[in-house]
């Protein structure tokens, strides 16, 4: 099925140059021209999909997620609440492609909040923690903690990033206490980063 935006019952928007199947959309979404979204998709709330985007069956995004202009997504990928996904962020869920065999996914998990930057490329079975952040450009090979930004080929650990997107201070390795000009307080060490409630 195709919708577009001239169904006017509809509480999201659908640009009549993207091709929708799935009806598992939230209210206040928007699915910009050029995109393709296929049947087996769930989308959240207030969904932002820009234009020349794929996303596959298997699919399923959280609410209030930005996917910026020329992102595919595979099946099995697994897109958290408040996510941001930069322009051209690539993302591959077969670990050893070989057309003409058995296809075995290695699935992406995007967790709360992560943001991932422009032209950034994630790998199979790669997990994004809570509110991390990746640079743009970045290849991940490699699992990413909470609240950690990470940058380069192949990414590696920067520092911690605070839940409103700026940087803590570094940490000396033992365990001590960040804030940061939100107000909002952590304890950091060299592996983890935990805000206080």
């Keep these: 099925m195709t919708t577009n935006s001239s169904d006017t019952a509809a509480p999201f928007f659908i640009h009549p140059l993207a091709i929708v199947e799935t009806r598992r959309i939230g209210a206040g979404t928007r699915i910009w021209g ?67 065999f058995p296809k075995v996914y290695d699935p992406i998990i995007i967790e709360d909040g992560a943001s991932i930057g422009a032209g950034a490329i994630i790998t199979p079975g790669v997990n994004i923690g809570r509110y991390a952040t990746v640079g743009a450009g970045s290849v991940v090979t490699r699992p990413v903690t909470a609240h950690a930004l990470v940058h380069g080929n192949p990414a590696r650990f920067q520092r911690w990033m605070c839940v409103c997107g700026l940087k803590l201070p570094s940490s000396d390795g033992s365990i001590s206490m960040a804030s940061c000009t939100c107000r909002r307080m952590y304890s950091i060490s060299k592996t983890e980063c935990k805000l206080n409630k």
Aim: negative net charge; charged residues 20%.
């Design 34 to 100: 050029w995109s393709h979204v296929q049947e087996r998709v769930s989308i959240g709330v207030s969904c932002n999909i820009g234009e020349h985007c794929f996303i596959e069956n298997g699919v399923k995004i959280g609410d209030r997620v930005v996917v910026k202009n020329g992102i595919s997504l595979w099946e099995g990928t697994m897109i958290g609440n408040d996510v941001f996904l930069g322009p051209h962020a690539v993302f591959s869920n077969e670990r050893y492609p070989r057309s003409g």
